[in-house]
């Protein structure tokens, strides 16, 4: 079993920025790849970003390119998420997650464990 807590969320002003961080217990971290998701109220969960067990590579969701960086310090057995620009659209319960197959391009549905999620808010 793997155990997540996200922490780092907020309410911010369109534009602004959060650092999401979600630390690790359980495992050995380094062994897994390590993703991002989000959900919207009425809307399915949806793939942000994940990370490779390196941290050598990396994937994201076209919406967030170019404002969102996901990376990993296998030391401190915690995944981060960098949020810039945020836009009201932005908002949601945002989820790390793992699993014992997955890889940085593995849909949300084949991960195996979940933290409680840290709500994002932005205003406009």
């Known amino acids: 079993q793997v155990q997540l807590v996200e922490s780092g969320g907020g309410l911010v002003q369109a534009g602004g920025s959060l650092r999401l961080s979600c630390a690790a217990s359980?495992?050995?971290?380094?062994?897994?790849?390590m993703g991002w998701f989000r959900q919207a109220p009425g809307k399915e969960r949806e793939f942000v970003a994940a990370?490779?067990?390196?941290?050598?590579?990396?994937n994201y969701a076209d919406s967030v390119k170019g404002r969102f960086t996901i990376s990993r310090d296998n030391a401190k057995n915690t995944v981060y998420l960098q949020v810039n620009s945020l836009k009201p659209e932005d908002t949601a319960v945002y989820y790390c997650a793992t699993g014992e197959r997955v890889t940085i391009v593995t849909p949300p549905t084949e991960y195996d464990y979940w933290g409680q999620g840290t709500q994002v808010t932005v205003s406009s």
């Open positions: 359980g495992r050995t971290f380094g062994n897994y790849v």
């Open positions: 990370i490779s067990r390196s941290g050598r590579s990396t």
